[in-house]
Every structure is written in structure tokens, then in C-alpha cells.
């Protein structure tokens, strides 16, 4: 039976213009997203925008326009993004949309006949830029007296409205239970312990409305109140996959298998969303992996000193594959990283033009040359020959076994080992020589080659999915035969091979 995978991005607020951060969580989960549908399962991925909230409601008023007209022109934008980087969503959700509303003010309705809500009245502290609320002890005074968020350094102001509560402090237990029986729930370890230590604290309720705005989805019989944006904002996991309707086409995809989020929204996801989650009855998500943040050329990205970075000039500059290779390349999934030109250069240089594009290259253009334009024959082969297939035999599982633990950087080392290794045994084997002395051992090497690439273009297709595209093209292996299943064969001798062309450029840092 196909095993049904299905992974979302958080939904991105509309509030300002999509950066470079949004991209990365969206490439990942891209990667993610194809690395499934080639394994065989059955995929549903999922990406959109959160369009409620104060701080979207803020963001519209500035630009001088209705809240809808707003959002409806920024998620537009985001969807551009989405369609540049190449993302294979499935579906895109807006907040905004009916569906999406029904499925939220269905869950509340579940939530309260639960008896998990109550009436009341908040009065604390809130962050419109974060949509938090914070507890006294999680802030700190600034020297002229305001008081910001100590996490995110996003200031805050003090509330008091009627609201209605979640009953959250009724599942600390069950939720300590959770992550003991779910060790893998919440990845990488780091946050697990810091969500863990953070529950272990104690919960207090939390506030699920507001009444001192409106650009919300009303609280099902009292429209004075609106829903907290991030009630709102998680349901739509839930919403795409036809909830409440349990006969709707995806809904047998609900339990999600993983939510990929940035690291400062762990909580929502790792906390409240299983609680919301409990409390409805409902089966909760596979797990939840957070990344951490880009900061460009050494600064962080923030909307004062307007260094968000759009990807899409970058995509137009050096080619949308590149792009998504060097963001998992670079960093070590979970970490931070810093985004600078000079390295972006340096190592798409010299890992694709000079890596994976010089070896292809090298024996597609000797193939076209010397071996007549086809896939030599493989003829007997000798150890150095197997011990370079064995290689390349044993990559699928030592990827997987990285790509299992989102360790994209690890599984991309697994094929430059690999790339690396081909590279040796070519100015070993030095086909050039062969030419004069042994045409039958010279198509031997090349078709070890060819195997080796095939390999290695299949796998990496997840990544870059034009460029791999491109070189299986190249490669003469039919559109049928570059899913996992079929690893197992090999390239077909005598296969008539397309002039072969570079595939990544090379690139001069004019700074
Ligand atoms: O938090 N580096 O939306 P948001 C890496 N609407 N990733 C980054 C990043 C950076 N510098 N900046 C942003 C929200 N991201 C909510 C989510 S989900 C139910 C609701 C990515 O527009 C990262 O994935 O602030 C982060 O979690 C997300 O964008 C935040 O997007």
C-alpha cells in the first residue's frame, strides 16, 4: 500500500512582501515534498499565506488599503514566489478563503461543546509584531522604560478586553505524555528540550479572541469577538484537508506528517496546536521540525533597516536551481546561517559548475566525441569499476537515512562523496589514453560513468529538478525511469544521447 506523506509550511503573513526565509522553509519542504513522490508515496503538501490579525490589519491600513484588497495583494505575491522557486504544493490555503473560515469556526464549535472554552478577560501583555501574548517574566525593560519581548526583542503593550480562553492549562500532563511517547515529535533536540522545559513550567489558559479590532474570523455566537490569529492560522492544516467533512477527498491525509516551521514558532506548533488538537478529539501531526534563520551578509532581516532580501532577483541572477541548492547546501538544517554573495559563488562554483557539471560534462563530451553520441558498452568490468558502482549502489540508503532526519546538508555530502570519488577515477582510468590502446576498456569506464551520473541525477532531483531534469535528459534515461524504483536498472547500451550542453554555469564575483 502507498504510504501517505503529508508535509505543510507554516502559512506566511501577508503583512509585508515574501524574503528570502519564507523561500528556504518553502524549498525544504519542496525538497521533502518530491523526495516522497519519487519514494512512491502519496503526497500532499500544503503552503499558503495568514492573512488576519492586527499586524495584517496594521500593514493594510498603512498601505491605504481595504484589509481584503491588501491581503489579496500580497498573497498574490507570494504565490508568485512560490511559482519561481519551483514548489510542487498541492494546495494553497488563504485564510481568508470560505473554506477556511467554515473549518475554523467548525473546530471552535468542537472546542466548545468540549467545554474547553470559557468566557473571561484577559489582561496582560500582547505583541502585535509577534501575535503573542507574553507573561511578564518573559520580557525585558528597556532603558527608556518600554518593555519588548526578551525571545524576539518585539515590543509589547498591555491589553485589557473580554475574551474567551482555551482551557490549556488542563494538558500539561497529556502533553508530557505525548512528547515522552513521541520522542521524535518535536526535532531538532535542542527545541524538544526547550518545549519540554517550557511545558514542565506550567500552562495558563490562553486567550483565544480579541474585541479591540476586526479584521478576523468572527467567534461562532458573539461576533463582538474575533479569533486569535493563531487559532485561526493552525487550523488551516486541518481546513485543506476538507475538515469537517470527513468523506472530503484528502481527508485521510489528516494526521499531517510533519510541519516544517522557523524557530521561533516551535510553541504554537509543539504546544497549543496538540492541545487544540487533544481537546477536539482529534489525531495529532507526525512531528514538527523547526529550522533556523537566515541573516543576510552578517545583519538580521528586519522590515527597520529594510535588508529582507527578495529570493527572485537572486533567482534571475544565478539560475532558480543554484539558489535552491545552496540554501540546504550551506546550513546545517536546524541551524542558523548567514546568506553572503562571496559564498554563494564560492561554493555553487565550485560543487556545480566544477563539481557535478564539470564530471557530467567531461564524459558526456567524450562520449559525443570518441564513443559515438551512444551509451558505451559495459564490457567486463574491473574492481575499481565495482567499487565505483558499489558506491554509488549504497547512495540511495545513506541519503535516505539523512533526508529521514532532514539533514538536507548531510544527504547532499553523501552525493558529493560520490561526485568526488567519479572525478578520481576518471583522471585515473584516463579514458583519453584508452582511446589509443583499449577502446573496449574506455567504454567500459564510460559506461561506468554514465551509471554513476544516472544514479546521482535521480537522486538529486528532489533539489534541482530542472537542472537533474536536463542531465537525465542528456543521459538518454526515459521520463519512466527516474523514480526511486528505479534505481535498480541501469542505462540502456546503445541509448542515441542528445548533444550534451553544461548545465551549471560558472560564476565571477564582480564585488
Ligand atoms: O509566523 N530565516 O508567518 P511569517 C529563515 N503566519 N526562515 C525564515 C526567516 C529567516 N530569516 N524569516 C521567515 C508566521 N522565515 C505565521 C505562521 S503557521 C500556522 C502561521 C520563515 O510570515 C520561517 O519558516 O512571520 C518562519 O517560521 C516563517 O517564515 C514565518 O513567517
Avoid: C
Avoid at 139 to 167: H, M, N, Q
Avoid at 255 to 261: D, F, I, M, R, T
Avoid at 370 to 375: D, T, Y
Amino acid at each position: 500500500m502507498t504510504k501517505k506523506y503529508y508535509i505543510t509550511t507554516p502559512i506566511y503573513y501577508v503583512n509585508g512582501a515574501p524574503h528570502l526565509g519564507h523561500a528556504y522553509t518553502s524549498v525544504a519542504a519542496d525538497v521533502l515534498a518530491r523526495w516522497h513522490r519519487l519514494s512512491g508515496d502519496e503526497v500532499f503538501f500544503l503552503t499558503g499565506t495568514d492573512e488576519h490579525g492586527q499586524k495584517v490589519e496594521a500593514a493594510a491600513r498603512t498601505a491605504g488599503l481595504a484589509p481584503q484588497a491588501f491581503t489579496d495583494r500580497v498573497a498574490a505575491d507570494f504565490k508568485d514566489m512560490t511559482r519561481r522557486m519551483n514548489i510542487s504544493n498541492d494546495d494553497f490555503i488563504r485564510t481568508t478563503e470560505p473554506r477556511h473560515k467554515a473549518a475554523a469556526q467548525a473546530l471552535w464549535r468542537r472546542l466548545a461543546a468540549a467545554g474547553m472554552i470559557y468566557l473571561g478577560a484577559y489582561e496582560g501583555f500582547y505583541s502585535v509584531r509577534d501575535e503573542a501574548f507574553y507573561d511578564e517574566d518573559e520580557l525585558t525593560t528597556r532603558p527608556d522604560g518600554t518593555r519588548i519581548a526578551t525571545a524576539t526583542g518585539a515590543p509589547v503593550e498591555w491589553v485589557v478586553e473580554p475574551s474567551y480562553f482555551f482551557k490549556l492549562s488542563a494538558f500539561q500532563d497529556r502533553l508530557l505524555a505525548f512528547y515522552e511517547e513521541n520522542p521524535g515529535f518535536i526535532a531538532p533536540v535542542a527545541k524538544r528540550n526547550e518545549i519540554l522545559s517550557f511545558v514542565r513550567g506550567g500552562l495558563k489558559d490562553l486567550s483565544i479572541s480579541r474585541t479591540s479590532f476586526t479584521w478576523g474570523i468572527e467567534v461562532p455566537d458573539d461576533p463582538a469577538h474575533v479569533m486569535y490569529v493563531w487559532l485561526d492560522a493552525l487550523v488551516n492544516y486541518l481546513t485543506a484537508t476538507g475538515y469537517p467533512d470527513a468523506q472530503a477527498p484528502r481527508a485521510a491525509f489528516w494526521p499531517a506528517s510533519l510541519h516544517l516551521v522557523g524557530k521561533e514558532i516551535i510553541r504554537f506548533h509543539a504546544v497549543y496546536w496538540p492541545a487544540f488538537l487533544m481537546a477536539a478529539g482529534l489525531p495529532l501531526p507526525g512531528g514538527v521540525f523547526s529550522h533556523g534563520w537566515w541573516t543576510v551578509e552578517g545583519e538580521k532581516m528586519s522590515k527597520s533597516t529594510g535588508n529582507f532580501i527578495d529570493i527572485r532577483p537572486l533567482v534571475d541572477e544565478f539560475g532558480l536551481d543554484v539558489m535552491r541548492f545552496f540554501l540546504l547546501r550551506e546550513v546545517p538544517f536546524g541551524n542558523d546561517g548567514d546568506f553572503s554573495r562571496k559564498n554563494l559563488i564560492a561554493r555553487t562554483n565550485a560543487e556545480l559548475a566544477n563539481g557535478l557539471g564539470n564530471l557530467g560534462q567531461r564524459t558526456l563530451s567524450f562520449i559525443a566525441k570518441n564513443a559515438g553520441g551512444v551509451v558505451p558498452a559495459r564490457g567486463d568490468l574491473h574492481d575499481v569499476d565495482r567499487a565505483l558502482l558499489n558506491m554509488a549502489g549504497l547512495l540511495p540508503a545513506r541519503m535516505t537515512a539523512a533526508m529521514d532526519r532532514l539533514a538536507f546538508h548531510e544527504a547532499l555530502e553523501e552525493v558529493w562523496k560520490l561526485i568526488r570519488a567519479a572525478d578520481g577515477y576518471i583522471d585515473q582510468q584516463a579514458p583519453w589514453s584508452l582511446r589509443k590502446t583499449d577502446t573496449g576498456r574506455m567504454a567500459s569506464v564510460l559506461h561506468t560513468l554514465v551509471s554513476v551520473l544516472r544514479v546521482i541525477a535521480i537522486l538529486l532531483q528532489p533539489f534541482m529538478p530542472d537542472a537533474m531534469a536536463a542531465l537525465l535528459d542528456q543521459l538518454g534515461v526515459a521520463a519512466d525511469a527516474r523514480f526511486f524504483a528505479s534505481l535498480g536498472a541501469n542505462v540502456v547500451e546503445g541509448t542515441i544521447l542528445p548533444a550534451p550542453v553544461g548545465i551549471f554555469p560558472r560564476f565571477v564575483d564582480a564585488a
